[in-house]
């Protein structure tokens, strides 16, 4: 749900016990998403303070309009690739109104969700193709389904799973259930007809899931062949990183993928054994910490020798001071929610990546530094708006 209100800019504070009991008709309350409170009420010193910071949010993101149409790239001249995550044809608006590259994310799921019954192969054909369609040429990476664990569908009896993250879903779903993936395949096939596309497979843990999962695409190639159907320009297959284990066959993944997108949000959880829903340790791991710093620069630098295109896609490429970091680290594909590729692109377009390379490898031992503070020092020495 945070991740659909947040590309609705509309701000959520969760999990506030007996809110609606302390809240009357026609008070006035001030929800603050970014810090998670909520004002019931406000004094008049509260409340001016938000009407200020509501004004200068008005004046940035007219700067923000502004670069819309500008590329995301650093004042040294280094090009970052600013995607938006989607789920819905509707989001296919964002792409105008943001000038984002593309969409590095689509949500595949989330039309299983928001249906009474699982779609056929004829209705998912026509739902990604007016994805494509509307993208207008730019490119599209489709995730296949994720569906499982807490994602669940009103027509699937599953078993509730003790630990849904960790749980029967993804991947590990589709390839216990071929027939699912092999429609999803076949209807992505027929929406691109003799266009590009680009897929990738979510929760992947083994090499050999990759496999089993690339063997039901080919299958679905050369059903289309021998029917005559029209088959993609050019066809892009790449996994998500979300299961730490898969770094570790990195050498053989990277022989048989064409690209890896970092799926942060599920990773961080995994890497640091923490449930992401619960709220006592929402604060306790830092996704700047040196740990994952060390853990993302080791990664993308394999992937990067390999000459294998990876890119972000979690919630931290969308928060401008974490994309800094991300860059530094040698990312140049982030996707992010819509409301975040302006600040993002501000971010970028007032930076010397260099320069802030060079900053980062000066720092010999990351442990027991704060890399939050040390970035905004950098920020604010070097004028990078964040």
């Not at 010193?45 to 819309?68: E, F, L």
């Not at 860059?327 to 993002?344: E, Q």
């Not at 980062?360 to 890399?371: A, I, P, Q």
Request: include cysteine; charge should be neutral.
């Amino acid at each position: 749900m945070a991740i659909v209100a947040r590309a609705l800019a509309i701000p959520v504070v969760g999990r506030v016990v007996a809110a609606l009991d302390n809240i009357e008709q026609m008070d006035t309350v001030i929800i603050d998403g970014n810090e998670a409170k909520i004002h019931i009420r406000p004094a008049d010193d509260i409340y001016q303070a938000y009407t200020n910071k509501m004004a200068v949010w008005a004046q940035r993101k007219a700067t923000y309009i502004s670069t819309r149409d500008l590329p995301g790239k650093t004042k040294d001249g280094i090009r970052i690739r600013l995607d938006i995550n989607a789920g819905l044809p509707s989001d296919l608006d964002h792409l105008r109104q943001t000038g984002a590259d593309g969409i590095g994310l689509y949500r595949t799921e989330i039309s299983f969700m928001d249906s009474n019954k699982f779609p056929d192969v004829n209705r998912q054909a026509d739902l990604y193709k007016r994805v494509i369609d509307g993208a207008n040429g730019k490119p599209v990476v489709f995730r296949t389904m994720d569906i499982g664990g807490d994602k669940r569908v009103p027509y699937w009896n599953s078993e509730k799973d003790e630990n849904p993250a960790m749980g029967w879903r993804a991947v590990r779903i589709s390839l216990d259930k071929p027939t699912l993936m092999r429609h999803q395949m076949r209807a992505l096939i027929r929406a691109a007809g003799e266009r590009d596309l680009s897929l990738m497979f979510p929760m992947v843990t083994e090499v050999s899931e990759f496999d089993a999962a690339l063997d039901l695409l080919n299958t679905e190639l050369d059903r289309a062949k021998q029917k005559r159907k029209k088959l993609p320009k050019d066809l892009s297959v790449g996994t998500m990183l979300e299961v730490p284990a898969l770094t570790f066959q990195l050498p053989s993944l990277l022989k048989r993928t064409d690209f890896i997108a970092v799926g942060t949000n599920d990773l961080f959880q995994f890497l640091f054994a923490s449930d992401r829903s619960n709220p006592d340790l929402a604060n306790r791991y830092d996704p700047m910490s040196p740990a994952a710093l060390s853990f993302l620069h080791d990664f993308v630098n394999t992937c990067l020798k390999a000459n294998v295109p990876v890119s972000l896609c979690g919630e931290i490429a969308g928060e401008p001071l974490e994309a800094m970091a991300l860059i530094g680290l040698g990312f140049r594909h982030l996707s992010m929610a819509p409301t975040s590729i302006g600040p993002v692109k501000s971010m970028v377009r007032s930076l010397s990546a260099s320069d802030l390379e060079q900053h980062l490898e000066s720092l010999t031992d990351f442990s027991g530094l704060s890399m939050c503070r040390i970035l905004r020092t950098f920020a604010m020495d070097n004028s990078v708006m964040i």
